[in-house]
């Protein structure tokens, strides 16, 4: 073959003229460029149309900054972080009316940023709309709104008078943790059911959330009855009365009393219950907590679960509680039966050779146990569990259980991993809690950090914990903190963590535009 020419066509020796891409000239101007339906180039389509013209560069936006919402007209409040998606749609419903009277689509919309005390929104819009011939035009189109304060309906009468509430919602739960509330209050964030309240005060042993309306606390009492088994009265006092109009105002409060059996509790039935329960027991441990309440038997794997108006009856108590976990460690490990998995959760029957942490090493102190962590637990590995060889117990059912039927000496309930740094790589957020500080007791914060921290070192081995929440990724995470942490400790992965909306100012021209026709495409410069 001879250098600088086309190769054969199928081993033929026929020649074949390489391809090469057809030019025209621009009826317009004359320059040369790819053939397109209306014969113009990309400049000359500029000059002569604009898909902006009639779509408003300036907008108001309504702004509350006590409850950080925004108002979607008519009367909507919706609440809005800075550089959102919530704020992006709020946003583009001010201009969604002038751009279909317009027929422009929107492609594409992202923040520019604004100072914070500029009172200032910016957007930068990709509007795309058919022109000549049907060619399509793309273009960005800046959009400042201006940002009015004012105060919302709810925010304005506690302003007025901060004690201006219609109904008050009173969460208790006769417990001496605060773990119930932690699970509670991200599932409250994570969907919104307390956003409409007016503010949330700390009580003893719980929380009171006040609405200005009654429709707004019957709806946190329904959705708390969905996630808890839950005892409800409802009470109303008279606050004015119109004699002319029979109008009267009452004040109204919902006191919720949330069942005292919480997970990882130690309970012991008495002979009614276990009968009842189909000879469950009589020791068994509460696995899951929802609108009923799931207990184990960890020494026959069986299930059962409770509702709260069947509770009622027997009304049990908590022989032992997470606080009264003793550390052991696991001399030897022998599974009994196969793996099975009960209600998403898997559990198998195992015998155990385990020690106290703290007689480890001081005497010969060993309990061989029934188990149903047989899946987990490892030679070597740590776990927690009830010390019923050295509790002192005061439960009648647990002493007549003792009298009755042979009781293990251990009851193992989780494995154990070591501890953690208290940054994380993702993080939750918190509902904004008013707490009295003169009525604080000493110590009580420390105590409240720590229970915090447990409850994080929970979420974080419990998969069927943390899929119900909102985690979202910690900016004060550095990846070097990660080898501090071994390698078997479960962990939330990072996909399943949420970043909130940060779009930085783009640096492109805001000229550019695109111009497509049926199969080219040129852009404007």
């Known amino acids: 073959m001879q250098p600088g020419s086309a190769p054969a066509a199928g081993g033929t020796g026929m020649f074949v003229p390489a391809a090469t891409a057809g030019t025209v000239l621009c009826c317009m101007c004359g320059v040369s460029m790819q053939p397109n339906p209306a014969n113009m180039c990309a400049r000359c389509l500029r000059a002569r149309v604009d898909i902006t013209e009639g779509v408003p560069r300036h907008a108001a936006v309504v702004y509350c900054p006590d409850c950080s919402s925004y108002l979607q007209p008519p009367r909507s409040w919706l609440r809005a972080a800075p550089e959102s998606p919530e704020l992006m749609q709020i946003l583009l419903r001010r201009i969604n009316r002038p751009l279909a009277r317009l027929r422009v689509?929107?492609?594409?919309?992202?923040?520019?940023?604004s100072e914070p005390h500029s009172k200032r929104l910016r957007l930068k819009l990709r509007l795309r709309r058919e022109v000549l011939h049907g060619i399509v035009l793309e273009q960005t189109h800046p959009v400042e709104f201006v940002v009015h304060d004012r105060l919302c309906d709810s925010c304005s009468r506690a302003q007025a008078n901060p004690d201006q509430w219609v109904a008050v919602v009173q969460l208790r739960q006769h417990v001496p943790h605060r773990r119930t509330f932690l699970y509670l209050e991200?599932?409250?964030?994570?969907h919104g059911q307390a956003s409409l309240a007016i503010r949330v005060a700390a009580a003893p042993e719980g929380l009171d959330f006040f609405f200005g309306s009654r429709s707004h606390a019957a709806r946190l009492v329904d959705f708390v009855a969905t996630v808890a088994p839950i005892q409800t009265q409802t009470a109303k006092q008279l606050v004015s009365h119109d004699t002319k109009s029979s109008v009267y105002n009452y004040k109204y409060t919902f006191s919720v009393e949330i069942c005292p059996i919480c997970r990882e509790d130690l309970i012991a039935l008495s002979p009614q219950a276990s009968r009842d329960m189909g000879g469950l027991g009589p020791l068994v441990l509460c696995v899951k907590v929802t609108n009923a309440i799931a207990l184990l038997d960890p020494l026959t794997l069986r299930v059962h679960h409770l509702e709260e108006k069947k509770y009622r009856v027997y009304n049990f108590k908590a022989a032992l509680t997470s606080k009264q976990l003793v550390e052991y460690i696991v001399l030897d490990i022998e599974p009994e039966s196969p793996e099975i998995c009960i209600d998403g959760s898997r559990y198998q029957l195992a015998y155990a050779q385990v020690a106290r942490m703290s007689d480890f090493g001081k005497n010969d102190a060993i309990f061989t146990v029934r188990t149903h962590l047989g899946h987990l637990l490892n030679p070597g590995d740590h776990a927690l569990g009830y010390d019923l060889y050295g509790a002192n117990l005061n439960d009648d059912d647990m002493d007549m259980a003792m009298t009755r039927y042979s009781l293990p000496e251990v009851v193992l309930v989780k494995k154990s991993y070591e501890k953690r740094p208290r940054t994380r790589r993702w993080k939750l957020k918190r509902l904004p809690v008013e707490e009295d500080a003169a009525n604080k007791a000493k110590g009580e914060e420390e105590k409240r950090l720590d229970e915090y921290e447990a409850f994080l070192r929970d979420l974080e081995v419990d998969s069927g914990m943390w899929s119900k929440m909102n985690l979202y990724k910690n900016e004060d995470y550095r990846s070097e903190m990660a080898s501090t942490v071994g390698d078997d400790i479960p962990t939330v992965p990072i996909e399943e963590l949420i970043e909130d909306l940060t779009l930085g100012d783009d640096e492109?021209?805001?000229?550019?535009?695109?111009?497509?026709?049926n199969t080219h495409t040129g852009m404007v410069e």
């Open 105 to 113: 689509s929107l492609s594409g919309a992202e923040f520019v940023f």
């Open 186 to 190: 991200q599932l409250l964030l994570k």
């Open 508 to 517: 492109e021209d805001e000229g550019k535009e695109t111009v497509e026709g």
